[in-house]
């Protein structure tokens, strides 16, 4: 890359080196904006005679143009890319959905010298028109060479983000209690419907039972005969495992356990398991609150039709100290 003072008549087609202020402090033009023929007349009106550009060597790849392919291929689902100044590109949800980020290749990438990638956190809940990803490129120009071998990565390994839309999520809850179901209703569903707000969405279904094993095991059975999304147990009590009630219940149905203990604070009893590809979920006591919790990690995912794994839940103990 060479930079140099040329005439301002001269300057179409040209890389601009450095931000062109008016009189005054207003920008005029911003650093490596690629000059236009309406540029220059600008220029030449605001008495510009000389200006500060730069142009690409053999080999090299103005900082827009990878910008824009890399934006093109690091996210899919509901995402558009949206082109900003200084060699940056920034993804935007085209509709409520849940961010689902590929650590390890987000980690990769952001190893190479010439881009570097910033993305909301996984399992983030981004609303249409939100800013859930930006990619910034080296100063003007990058190496050929480095861009196609972060494409190559990402031809092999997909994308970096997913924008998994939540189109009308259908949420059951069992409120449960040890001697009335409908306690723990009063309890819990006030707060229940208040998270729900929080993702543009509230409960479809709702049954009470007393919790023991054949009234939990009845209720969950006419909840998932709905089909819902997902079935949330709000109980009373806490579970001292998967072999208390809310476990043998769901073990009962033919659920598969996929987890027990989260490393979530508020949150460590969290009980996840699937009727087929319908997530059970039970957090004693945090439905009971509003305040940031486990709950509040998994049910983005959740709502959006995707099948959180166990590996998935051990790995928010990063940043699962909540309060």
Known sequence: MKAHTIDV????????????????GKKLLAKGRVLTEDDVRLLE?????????????????GETEAVTQLGERIGCGSVEVRMAAGGRANLVSTEDCCVLVDDELLKQINCTASFVIATASNFNFAR???RIATVKSAPFAVPRHQLDAVMSILAERGPILQAR?????????LYSDHTCGERARQLFEPVMRQ????FGTAPRFSLTAIEDEDSVTKALGHLLRAQPSLV??????????PEDVVGRAMANLGCHLERFLAPVEPGNLLLLGYKDDIPILSAPGCFRSAKMNVIDLVLPPMLARYKVSGWEIACLGHGGLLA
Do not use: Y
């Open 165 to 173: 839309p939540m189109r009308n999520p259908v949420i059951a809850v």
């Open 9 to 24: 008549q001269h300057a179409h087609g040209r890389v601009l080196c450095c931000t062109i202020f008016r009189q005054g």
């Open 45 to 61: 009106t605001e008495g510009l005679q000389s200006i500060w550009v730069t142009e690409l060597d053999e080999g090299e790849v």
């Open 195 to 198: 998270r729900m707000e929080k």
């Open 128 to 130: 249409a028109g939100e």
């Open 232 to 241: 949330l147990v709000a109980s009373t009590t806490a579970p001292a495992g």
